[in-house]
């Protein structure tokens, strides 16, 4: 296929003829998100090693009782969800001296479209919590925002998620030991990566989404204030620019071709933007092009060095004198991680996100393969080239462009019907100016992630 483009002509992105999102999102309940903080929270602590034979106290009644919610769930799946404990044996790790005996919780849902089931959507919340003596096994840790929030979300996607038939399959995750160095989450996605389990992975993770009390940033001059309201209707959104792990030779590619801001990570978070934007929901992502904060890690870096693409979902702006702290009285209250300081309508707002994206992200074709921009020759064009996905409901691609100063893409042109296995285009602008991609879409109009052109002279 080979059409030349004579002008830029950016279209505005439409929402989607499959309404399961809206259906999703509907679902979503802020009275149990707040519910599930509270019963986490109230088994005292989830330090990783903390007590595992209680019933009512300890890390052990938390991941029983997390497993026996997600059994809940799959009643409803008839049957295809699979809830299981994985453990292992953690090594001896600066916060485990002894090293541990650990246990992740599991929900698979396995993709109902056999084309696309090797591609796997995860959302990841860590269980267990530590105080404010991080080696402290037996003091109170209810660790209510930090991270019984996030393993909130986690359960409530799970269960307005659990009866759909997805294309692609999905994973709810809840990890173990993140405050003793991403341990659990490390553990699986080593695992995932050893396996090679899937074709393709992407992961959400949420960590701290309860408490949106702290405004986000400084207002400038003359303006007014940010307020509260202001930061409880959106959630940051963090990504990883460049890949940690990157070879040499991959260094040297996106330091050339200007690339710093294109990684899978960064292209995943443009596109949890764009379904906030296309189902038009109140509560949006704000884009942070960072990993993460300072002094601060998560459970998707763990999976960024597997060499997955994963984001990071947290609140505007953090407390941290409640924050790995000792429960303490304060003015005569109780003053800590607690669960009065979490929002159960905030926790709501980033499910709905949450299981917004998961179903365009497993609904929606695999992102076009071997996406490039040709330069073997000195010309004033662009010709991109890419190859067809995997899945027989592919109706067309878009083409993406972006200014190389600008955040994110805009739809250039609109390319229906699929029939070639490899497609090329030719757009009468200089592929020395802008930046360029390539996505997918399907009958529904479920779209892909954007693929980024990268140069090859092939």
Same mark, same amino acid.
């Given at each position: ?10 279209? /505005? ?33 989830? &330090? ?32 295809? #969800? ?17 090293? +541990?005996?650990?246990? $992740? ?6 993709? $109902? ?12 919340? &860590? ?7 991080? =080696? ?13 929030? =996030? ?9 307005? #998620? ?5 294309? %692609? ?19 699986? %996605? ?22 949106? /009390? ?24 963090? /990504? ?68 997955? !693409? ?13 924050? &790995? ?6 003015? =005569? ?17 980033? %499910? ?10 497993? $609904?929606?074709?695999?992102?076009? +393969? ?13 010709? #991109? ?33 699929? +029939? ?6 030719? #757009?009468?602008?200089?592929?020395? $100016? ?5 996505? %997918? ?13 990268? !140069?090859?002279?092939?």
């Amino acid at each position: 296929m080979l059409i030349t483009l004579l002008a830029i002509s950016c279209t /505005s992105i439409t929402g989607p003829d499959e309404p399961l999102a809206k259906d999703v999102t509907a679902l979503v309940d802020a009275d149990r998100c707040k519910a599930s903080v509270v019963k986490l929270a109230g088994f005292g602590s989830r &330090h990783s090693l903390s007590e595992t034979d209680s019933e009512t106290r300890g890390t052990g009644a938390a991941r029983r009782w997390l497993k026996s919610e997600l059994e809940v769930f799959a009643k409803a799946s008839d049957g295809r #969800l699979k809830v299981e404990f994985e453990e292992f044996d953690a090594p001896k790790l600066p916060r485990l001296p002894n090293g +541990a005996r650990l246990v $992740n919780v599991v929900a698979t849902l396995p993709g $109902n479209m056999p084309e696309a089931s090797r591609r796997v959507v995860y959302v990841v919340g &860590h269980y267990d919590s530590i105080n404010g003596t991080m =080696g402290d096994p037996k003091g109170d840790a209810p660790g209510a925002n930090d991270d019984a929030s =996030g393993t909130a979300v986690v359960l409530e996607c799970c269960r307005v #998620l659990a009866g759909r038939k997805l294309d %692609a399959t999905v994973v709810f995750l809840c990890t173990a030991a993140e405050e003793q160095g991403l341990v659990g989450a490390k553990y699986h %996605a080593d695992t995932l990566a050893t396996k090679k389990l899937y074709d393709q992975v992407f992961v959400l993770n949420n960590d701290i989404v309860g408490d949106p /009390s702290i405004p986000f940033g400084v207002p400038a001059p003359g303006s007014p204030p940010t307020t509260t309201t202001d930061s409880g209707a959106f959630v940051r959104l963090f /990504s990883e620019g460049i890949p940690k792990n990157a070879s040499a030779e991959e260094l040297a590619r996106i330091r050339t071709q200007g690339a710093e801001s294109d990684s899978p990570s960064r292209q995943l978070a443009r596109f949890v933007a764009a379904v906030a934007q296309r189902e038009g929901m109140a509560f949006k992502p704000r884009m942070i092009f960072r990993q993460d904060r300072f002094l601060r890690g998560g459970d998707h870096s763990a999976f960024n060095d597997a060499g997955f !693409a994963g984001v990071r979902f947290t609140v505007p702006g953090e407390d941290y004198s409640r924050q &790995h702290a000792t429960v303490i009285d304060k003015e =005569g209250k109780p003053y800590g991680d607690l669960p009065e300081f979490v929002s159960g309508e905030y926790i709501a707002g980033v %499910a709905r996100l949450n299981a917004a994206s998961i179903v365009h992200l497993a $609904n929606a074709p695999t992102p076009p +393969a071997n996406t490039v921009m040709l330069t073997r020759a000195l010309t004033q064009t662009a010709t #991109l080239r890419w190859d067809r996905p995997p899945e027989p409901d592919v109706a067309g691609y878009e083409i993406m462009i972006r200014e190389t100063t600008a955040p994110d893409w805009n739809i250039l042109q609109r390319i229906e019907g699929t +029939a070639d296995k490899t497609s090329t285009i030719t #757009l009468a602008l200089s592929k020395d $100016n802008y930046f360029f991609g390539v996505r %997918a879409f399907d009958k529904d109009g479920y779209r892909s992630p954007v693929s980024f052109c990268w !140069a090859s002279k092939d």
